[in-house]
Every structure is written in C-alpha cells, then in structure tokens.
C-alpha cells in the first residue's frame, strides 16, 4: 500500500472488503464490534457490516440488547475486521447513533422470512429459560404474521461514524504495515501517518 499524506480511508477499505470476499471461507463482512458501558467496562461480540452509507458503518440489531443500551448509553464505539487470509486488519473508533426508521425499514424489508421472524422472537441478549420458549415464540409469530411482517420496534440498524481509522497489513519479520488516518476538516479528506508496527 502506498501511503498518500491525505487520502479517503472509504475506498480502500472498500478494496480490502472486495478482495476478502473473494478469499474469506465465509463473512468477510464479520467485525468484531466493542462498546463501552456508563461504568466503563468494555464488551465485544461479532456483527455482520450492512452497508457503508456516507462513509459511516452499518449493522443491525435488537435496539433492546446489551450493546444498543451500551450504544444508547455512551453513543461509543470501536470496530475491528480481521481477514486471516489476507492477514490484513482494519480498526475503527467513532460514534454510534440509530439510522434513520427508513433505512432499517429497507434493510428489513429485504431479509427473508425466517429472518424476519426471528427479529420479532428473540429478546436478544435476555435470560431464555428453554431452546423450546424460543421455538414457540416463532410459532407465535409465524401466526400472527402470515403475510407481511411490519418491522419490530425494538430492532434497527446503527451507524458507526469514524474518527479514527487504521490500516494493518502483514510485512516481513513482523515489520508490518500500519497507517492511521484521522479526518481533516474536509469531506472524505483524512490524514494518513505511518506507525510503528
Ligand atoms: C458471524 C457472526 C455474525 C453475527 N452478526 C450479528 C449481527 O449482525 N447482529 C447481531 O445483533 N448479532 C450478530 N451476531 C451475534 C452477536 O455476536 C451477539 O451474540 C449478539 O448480538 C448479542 O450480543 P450482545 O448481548 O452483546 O448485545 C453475530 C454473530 C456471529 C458469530
């Protein structure tokens, strides 16, 4: 990777995405997405990137779990892919804020069925006392929705808008490469400085 005093960070960690998909066994779109609660304690879990819109990140959830009342909480990210196969890793910190009810109407409308379904049953991240509480809650829903299936209330999309972004790739000898890129004034204009691996 060449390094460019200002670049915008949008199209090349689009070409890093592009090419994992062509070499990830499965979800290159995977990132591991850590917030922060009021008390300061950090949590992490795995979420599917949606869409890139305006050069923020988005993914979808139950607005009701852990991490949408961490998000709710402190609005405080940090999102982190790895491709193994590439050996390559992209960081990011920012905000985080709901997309608009448009957007995860869109993203909703497009889901299949059984997707749709599974948002209404599940209340992610709460105690289940039985696999078979959850089945029945499908069941439930399946009847009540034979036709179309509004989108829940309590499910959404969230945008994380970086502040920070940073480009890892392998080298030799561990010497990697390793650009962080911080956002100028102007619109999708970023510094890029080098790092110590
Ligand atoms: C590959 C993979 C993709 C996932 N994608 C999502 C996702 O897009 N949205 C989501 O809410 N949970 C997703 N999950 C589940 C989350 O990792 C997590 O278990 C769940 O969201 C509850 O997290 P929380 O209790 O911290 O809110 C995914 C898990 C894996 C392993």
């Given at each position: ?44 879990r ?16 139950n607005?009701e779990s852990r ?47 059984g997707s749709r379904i599974g948002a209404w049953s599940s209340k992610q991240s709460r105690e289940l006392d039985s696999r078979n509480t959850l089945m029945e809650e499908v069941k439930a829903f399946e009847a ?54």
């Amino acid at each position: 990777m060449e390094l460019e005093a200002i670049i915008d960070p949008i199209p090349l960690f689009k070409k890093w995405l592009s090419e994992a998909e062509k070499t990830e066994p499965r979800d290159p779109n995977a990132m591991q997405l850590a917030t922060v609660a009021k008390n300061g304690m950090p949590s992490v879990r795995t979420v599917l990137l949606k869409d890139i819109i305006n050069g923020n990140f988005v993914f979808y959830t139950n607005y009701e779990s852990r991490k949408s009342n961490e998000i709710l909480d402190t609005s405080k990210g940090a999102i982190c892919f790895y491709w193994k196969s590439l050996n390559r890793q992209v960081r990011l910190v920012g905000s985080i804020k709901k997309v608009s009810d448009e957007i995860s109407d869109n993203y909703y409308k497009s889901r299949s069925r059984g997707s749709r379904i599974g948002a209404w049953s599940s209340k992610q991240s709460r105690e289940l006392d039985s696999r078979n509480t959850l089945m029945e809650e499908v069941k439930a829903f399946e009847a009540k929705y034979p036709n179309n299936i509004p989108r829940p209330n309590f499910w959404g999309g969230f945008a994380l808008t970086p502040i920070e972004f940073e480009f890892w790739e392998d080298g030799d000898f561990r010497l990697h490469n390793r650009f962080i890129l911080k956002p100028t004034e102007k619109k999708n204009q970023w510094t890029a400085k080098r790092y110590y691996p």
